[in-house]
């Protein structure tokens, strides 16, 4: 079975950061990780992936401002969000592959707001 844990959501202003964490608990070995996010009223998109050689892709509208990270020894990935502005209010989801197949977290709301 695989489980994934998502944690660090919350409120914050305009021009703050934010760190996402996402522990899964599997007994497979773990393809991609990433994360993905669903804005009210919009379909869930990409936010950024990390594969388990370290290559990073990420959503233009967040290139520079967040970074994603992971710790393959501990099957955790990272999200850490700077300058974060009203649109990147959303539903954040925490994304793994094994073997071709997506499993999903629950999701961690995210509010950009002042």
């Known amino acids: 079975q695989v489980q994934l844990v998502e944690s660090g959501g919350g409120l914050v202003q305009p021009g703050g950061s934010l760190r996402l964490s996402c522990a899964a608990l599997?007994?497979?070995?773990?393809?991609?990780m990433g994360w993905y996010r669903q804005a009210p009223g919009k379909q869930r998109d990409l936010v950024a992936t990390?594969?388990?050689?370290?290559?990073?892709n990420y959503a233009d509208s967040v290139k520079d401002r967040f970074t994603i990270s992971r710790d393959s020894t501990k099957n955790t990935v990272d999200l850490q969000m700077n300058s974060l502005k009203p649109e990147d209010t959303a539903v954040y989801y925490c994304?793994?592959?094994?073997?071709?197949?997506?499993?999903w977290g629950k999701g961690t709301l995210v509010t950009v707001s002042s």
């Open positions: 599997s007994f497979f070995r773990i393809n991609t």
């Open positions: 990390i594969s388990n050689g370290g290559i990073t």
């Open positions: 994304n793994i592959r094994i073997g071709g197949k997506n499993y």
